[in-house]
């Protein structure tokens, strides 16, 4: 099964993308007793979030620039070269991270924030903060919902933190392992509960259809490993049932040769189940 990276959701880092939409400030007028208070704060606010979407458009030239020389060069991705336009964008990042949080401060109910938030703490691997912020839109502003794709990822990418972690402490014979486990299957079940919840509401036909393969892949790839016995069969079943069915219903669309593959796969990994030789 060839893995394609969901993350792709946070590469091109675009809060404009989003189609958000500032709450509109309380109005003064120069009578008024805050209104130079609140004119200055309206300008720091607007330097930082001018100062934070530069950031991130230095982040989004550097990525592309990283792919081009990777993808179209060659150049390994380990290189000293690679190296340093990590690290370039790793200090663009937390800079950004800096802006925007002085703006939740002079702001704590923009949504707009949070969501960069969610964003770039995700690429700076705070991912229990990226999952916070991203959870106040969903809470907040529903209807700002392809947000779930971020925290989705967040959590996915957490899991995969304690499953590296598990495997390590499982070769090294540590008594924890099992704990670890359990942690990596809790936040891959939550990235599907945040898929599963969202993606019928998605605008986005081609983002909704990689949204409900991306959780096949999480079945396949990740619970089914982790998972034995009745509780690995359920994640066969689930493949089999909702890609199947997603698939039913939208025949051309672009993922639907990888989730027919991904189905076949997982009818097989049930038939050997019921056949005793489940691993």
């Known amino acids: 099964m060839k893995p394609i990276l969901f993350c792709s959701f946070l590469v091109f880092l675009s809060i404009a993308a989003f189609g958000c939409a500032q709450k509109p400030p309380k109005v003064l ?4 007793p805050d209104w130079a208070k609140q004119r200055d704060i309206n300008r720091k606010l607007d330097d930082l979030l001018q100062r934070g979407e530069y950031c991130l458009r230095q982040c989004r030239d550097i990525e592309f620039h990283k ?3 990777i993808e179209i060069d060659n150049v390994p991705y380990y290189s000293p070269q690679i190296a340093d336009l990590v690290n370039k964008q790793r200090t663009f990042y937390e800079e950004a991270e800096g802006c925007y949080r002085e703006a939740l401060r002079l702001d704590p109910e ?10 770039i703490e995700a690429k700076l691997g705070k991912y229990d903060d990226a999952i916070e912020h991203g959870m106040q839109v969903l809470k907040t502003t529903p209807a700002r919902m392809m947000i779930y794709r971020d925290v989705a990822v967040a959590y996915e990418r957490k899991a995969n933190l304690a499953q590296n972690e598990y495997n390590r402490k499982l070769k090294d014979g540590n008594q924890e392992a099992p704990s670890k486990k359990a942690e990596a299957i809790k936040d891959y079940e939550e990235a599907v509960r945040i898929i599963m919840e969202y993606y019928p509401q998605d605008p986005d036909n081609v983002g909704q259809a990689q949204a409900v393969w991306h959780i096949g892949l999480i079945w396949y790839e990740k619970l089914a490993v982790l998972y034995t016995g009745a509780d690995r069969l359920k994640q066969y079943n689930n493949i089999i049932g909702v890609l199947g069915n997603f ?3 939208h025949p051309s669309n672009l993922f639907a040769d990888d989730m027919k593959a991904m189905v076949d796969a ?3 990994k049930k038939a050997d189940y019921e056949a005793g030789y489940d691993e």
Do not use: G, I, N
């Open 29 to 32: 007028t120069p009578d008024d």
């Open 67 to 69: 792919s081009r020389l």
């Open 247 to 249: 698939v039913k219903e």
């Open 110 to 119: 923009s949504m707009l924030v949070h969501q960069a938030l969610c964003q």
């Open 266 to 268: 997982a009818a097989e």
